[in-house]
């Protein structure tokens, strides 16, 4: 069930939110892999246990698909996450048998002055797998809406 539509009024400075936990199965690493990301690594356990990442590890960007899903559960902004620009880091591989979780924090808060209807939130979203270990860090701004008058 989604949570009702959060606008630029009902957001303050250091408010957090955590969505749900998603499990990472070996099935869905290698089958986004297969289909976005080709790499040893993400497709094979033997091949895996040679490189960096010393196993099999999830594309950075399925881990980053996965944090948009459980953004868009814990963190329903009206009228939708919509970036505007940010960066993004995975600080250590997803692995299968993984449970994400993603925790928001609402970093900065900035009304336009010349459109009155919305403004800008910067957000910092740290996906943690089970261990509490960070997997992916993003910081961002987003368009955030008024509510209507």
Same mark, same amino acid.
Request: proline fraction near 7%.
């Given at each position: 069930?989604?949570?009702?539509? #959060? ?6 400075? =250091? ?67 919509? =970036? ?15 449970? #994400? ?5 609402? #970093? ?42």
């Amino acid at each position: 069930m989604m949570a009702s539509p #959060l606008w630029l009024e009902d957001l303050h400075v =250091g408010q957090t939110f955590v969505s749900d936990p998603v499990t990472v199965t070996t099935e869905a690493i290698k089958a986004f892999a297969a289909e976005f990301d080709p790499q040893p690594f993400h497709l094979d356990e033997e091949a895996a246990r040679d490189t960096l990442f010393e196993g099999l590890a999830a594309s950075g960007w399925h881990t980053a698909a996965l944090t948009m899903r459980m953004l868009v559960q814990c963190f329903p902004l009206a009228g939708g996450l919509v =970036g505007a620009g940010g960066e993004t880091t995975w600080p250590r591989p997803t692995r299968p048998g993984d449970a #994400l979780t993603v925790h928001v924090e609402v #970093l900065e808060i900035t009304p336009s002055r010349s459109r009155p209807d919305r403004g800008m939130i910067r957000t910092r979203s740290t996906t943690r797998n089970q261990h509490g270990e960070a997997v992916q860090i993003s910081t961002v701004r987003i368009v955030a809406w008024r509510r209507p008058a």
